[in-house]
């Protein structure tokens, strides 16, 4: 259940008349109060008999009284709405349990405390099977404010517990960092239009997507405009910019002119100043990167995910998730069409698992930040797309870590929001690497190298070489340990290798989870026979340890 308080100034005439009005979309079929602050209250949807009108003038005309009484004194802002919307997937509820619901909602929020004859004046109005909306002025009619101290997080845990009472989707409680949902108004104007999501949601993904591969602020205002966004600083007599609003083509209001949306009111930290905080720490100091391939680059830094979020300070580890909300926000654009829409949910479930109450230490992902943004800059590279889904098939498994550091830090939306991606991710993963690993399976050595292949595993991982022979997987394995090979590399060593660099025991699928591996492995220079020899004498040791049960629930 989501209660969502918005406060208004003047008097709540405009709000009583939208109420009972047909909508913005004709949406509002059957208006009708359910309670009031006395029980009695004019109604104007179960008035047949009257002019909805004169009724409807009756009802903000009582609502109003207290602040009209206090004239000249009373506070600039006197309106209190609050929209409370059950989840699709709940029981109809009665009028007369939302009418309890909206009393346990303004008690809790200080609008009404129960017993309180003097609290201030109030109605629920019921628009649909699904959400009310409760109206009330902010003045007590003892003439008094009423105390609303923290309103918005007491009327979320009382919500809670009516999730709990009623028997209703049970919503995570939040920490104050997630981005500011979409007003009715904008869902139903999205629908109307036919869109998917609102231009909030669209604006918000592409100003992150901007964020994530700009450079320079320049860089980041233009990198809007060439996606089909509408820019418009906010400069002060001085000159200097201090902030930004955005808007999308065709987004008008009745007056046909642009509905804009500052940074902040997509989210905290699409603000302007957040926005240059974060690119002073990733994109104007120069990055240690080999030159190389920008795929492997980018996998070997989101590969290293997990260990910053097990042994590094939460700083570091927000700031490693942070660069992967940011790497997940641009991988659409590399991706084949097929699989756009779901790295697409991906990005956005993601998103908000990117931020929480822990400061990002952003420095500490910036090799994965510049590399995804050359990858960005040139998605060609991607070739058959291997490469994607070698990143992809790491970012499962630090998404997995993502979930699990939230958990045990109890960021209950973020976990969520990680699970989510999970799923999303899996799928997207799915349609790219199935093709690159049928093409790899087509070129699969003849058998005696298969069976040479075979023995080289049995004799450097024993306790897996069963999983990995019968692995459906197992063919593309062996076309690059043959391309390795070609490019002169020992098939003992780089299964060593391959092997050291994470453990198989959570692997759902260990061929093809070292197929990865061996691939970039493979690209790599070879080393000479004196390399050769010294790698022979010192064989990493390879992690014996097995993940925790958390993570191999969710395996790749």
């Not at 929480?356 to 990858?375: C, E, G, Y």
């Not at 870590?401 to 799915?430: C, D, G, I, P």
């Not at 298969?450 to 069963?466: I, S």
Request: aromatic share 4%; with cysteine; charged share 25%.
């Amino acid at each position: 259940m989501i209660p969502k308080i918005i406060l208004g100034q003047g008097d709540t005439r405009r709000l009583i008349a939208y109420l009972f009005g047909k909508g913005t979309a004709n949406e509002h079929v059957d208006p009708h109060l359910v309670a009031s602050w006395n029980d009695f209250a004019p109604d104007p949807g179960r008035s047949p008999h009257r002019d909805p009108k004169e009724v409807e003038k009756q009802l903000h005309t009582q609502l109003d009284q207290p602040v009209a009484m206090l004239g000249r004194r009373a506070p600039k802002t006197t309106v209190w709405h609050c929209p409370v919307r059950a989840a699709p997937e709940d029981p109809i509820l009665t009028d007369a349990q939302w009418a309890e619901i909206a009393r346990r909602v303004v008690a809790a929020a200080g609008i009404a405390p129960a017993g309180d004859t003097e609290a201030c004046r109030w109605v629920a109005v019921r628009h649909a099977d699904d959400h009310i909306h409760i109206a009330a002025t902010l003045i007590r009619q003892d003439g008094r404010r009423p105390e609303r101290d923290h309103d918005i997080r007491a009327v979320q845990k009382e919500a809670r517990q009516i999730e709990i009472d009623y028997g209703l989707r049970r919503l995570k409680p939040g920490d104050g960092t997630a981005a500011k949902r979409p007003t009715s108004k904008e869902v139903f104007k999205a629908r109307r239009l036919g869109h998917d999501a609102t231009s909030r949601e669209i604006l918000r993904l592409r100003v992150r997507r901007a964020m994530a591969a700009a450079s320079t602020e320049a860089e980041f205002f233009a990198l809007l405009e060439a996606t089909d966004v509408k820019v418009r600083p906010k400069t002060e007599p001085s000159g200097d910019v201090t902030g930004y609003s955005v808007s999308l083509p065709g987004d008008v209001n009745k007056q046909k002119e642009p509905i804009w949306y500052a940074g902040s009111t997509l989210s905290s930290d699409l603000s302007l100043p957040k926005i240059r905080k974060h690119l002073a720490v990733t994109g104007l100091k120069p990055v240690n990167v080999r030159p190389g391939n920008p795929w492997h680059q980018a996998t070997a830094a989101t590969e290293r995910i997990p260990h910053h979020l097990t042994h590094g300070n939460d700083g570091a580890a927000q700031g490693q998730i942070a660069a992967l909300g940011g790497a997940l926000a641009l991988l659409p654009r590399t991706a084949p069409a097929a699989a756009r829409a779901e790295l697409e949910r991906a990005a956005v479930a993601f998103e908000r698992a990117t931020r929480s109450r822990v400061a990002a230490d952003h420095a500490s992902a910036r090799v994965l930040r510049r590399s995804v943004q050359v990858i960005w800059n040139d998605p060609v590279r991607n070739g058959d797309g291997a490469g994607l889904a070698m990143l992809l098939d790491v970012a499962l498994t630090a998404v997995a870590y993502a979930l699990h550091w939230h958990r045990t830090r109890q960021h209950t939306q973020q976990e969520a929001a990680a699970e989510e991606t999970l799923v999303h991710l899996h799928a997207a993963y799915a349609q790219i690497a199935e093709p690159v690993l049928v093409g790899l399976v087509s070129r699969a050595p003849s058998l005696q190298t298969k069976r040479r292949y075979a023995h080289h595993l049995q004799q450097v991982v024993p306790e897996h070489a069963d999983r990995i022979l019968n692995d459906p997987a197992w063919d593309a394995l062996t076309t690059v340990l043959a391309d390795a090979e070609t490019a002169g590399h020992t098939v003992t060593t780089v299964l060593d290798q391959a092997l050291s660099q994470r453990t198989l025991d959570d692997a759902r699928s260990p061929a093809r989870a070292l197929t990865w591996r061996i691939r970039r492995l493979g690209e790599r220079h070879a080393p000479g026979p004196r390399a050769q020899a010294a790698n022979a004498r010192h064989v990493p040791e390879r992690p014996a340890v097995r993940p925790s049960q958390e993570h191999q629930a969710r395996r790749r």
